[in-house]
């Protein structure tokens, strides 16, 4: 949920977190699905591996296409399936 504007799409990142080291972009997903109601979900995934860090994080640096909008958005759930890498 957006709390200014209502939201259409949410720009993703995930960042691998390198040990003394600037950490790692490992991309961008826009995820739309996510705000046509409260059970919808949708999914991404991101092929990217770098050595020497384990932990990710994600950021979220585009609401509705910009990157200037003043806004906070919640989320419920976060799941993360590891199978591909298997």
């Known amino acids: ?3 200014q504007g209502g939201g259409k799409s949410a720009g993703v990142k995930l960042w691998q977190s ?3 080291n600037l950490d790692k ?3 961008m997903q826009t995820y739309y699905n ?7 979900s949708t999914r ?6 770098y050595a ?3 932990k990710r ?4 640096p585009q609401i509705n296409g910009s990157t200037t909008i ?3 958005m919640s989320v419920n759930r976060v799941y993360v399936d590891t199978t591909l890498a298997d």
């Open 70 to 72: 003043r806004a906070t």
């Open 1 to 3: 949920m957006v709390d």
């Open 18 to 20: 390198i040990p003394f």
């Open 34 to 40: 996510c705000f046509t109601g409260p059970n919808a």
């Open 25 to 27: 972009d490992m991309g």
């Open 52 to 54: 020497n860090g384990d």
């Open 44 to 49: 991404a995934w991101w092929n990217v591996y």
């Open 57 to 60: 994080y994600f950021t979220i």
